[in-house]
């Protein structure tokens, strides 16, 4: 299904807002204090039935690059996963998920990955392209009890050399100094056997 884009539209309290000390709560914030978040691009999955969005915010602090995927929902889903409420001025009420324990972002990052696709571009003005690709590296099926994903919260440009055992690993490009800049390229996630995490536990 096609990503609607409701241009124009404001979000209250808006990102800037709310983001910053979400960021700094989290156990993978490199900072001392609420960060200085400055948007440096943004790509979307789709949601097949439709009614979840689907956005990846990529927010640098200084010099550290962070990977913030969100869910925005019409209801709430997972009140530990909450990020925050607000209020969309065409949509209503969002309740707005850490995508990672989203079944939507799940199944969305599996397909990219599965079918070695790319991600849908947000269409956000001030920051120059990014995207998500997907790439497999061993067959099978991906499901969401089998496979997990580690997540690159903090990006750093570059190949990263994926170890043996791997399913797969997405890859993204940015912008890091605006949209006129040269763009770069780094490892956004990588799936791995789920049994991989029970036999290191």
């Known amino acids: 299904m096609a990503i609607i884009i409701h241009r124009g539209a404001t979000l209250t309290p808006h990102f800037r807002d709310f983001l910053p000390g979400w960021v700094a709560r989290q156990p ?17 999955f789709a949601d097949p039935a439709g009614a979840v969005g689907v956005e990846t915010h990529l927010l640098r602090d200084g010099a550290t690059l ?13 009140d530990a996963a909450l990020v925050a409420t607000a209020e969309h001025s065409v949509l209503g009420t969002r309740w707005i998920h850490d995508a990672t324990a ?17 991600s849908e571009p947000s269409g956000k003005p001030g920051v120059g392209p990014a995207e998500a690709r997907g790439r497999r590296l061993s067959p099978g099926p991906l499901a969401p009890e089998s496979v997990r994903i580690a997540l690159r919260r903090v990006l750093t440009p570059g190949t990263e050399l994926v170890e043996g055992g791997a399913l797969g690993v997405v890859t993204g490009t940015w912008h890091p100094d605006g949209p006129e800049s040269t763009p770069v390229s780094g490892c956004l996630a990588v799936l791995r056997p789920a049994a991989d995490a029970e036999r290191s536990g």
């Open 28 to 44: 993978w914030f490199r900072g001392t204090a609420v960060p200085q978040l400055t948007p440096v691009g943004y790509f979307r």
């Open 66 to 78: 962070y990977q913030v995927p969100l869910t925005y929902r019409d209801a709430p889903y997972d």
């Open 102 to 118: 989203d079944p939507v972002w799940i199944a969305e990052l599996l397909r990219l990955v599965a079918t070695e696709d790319v």
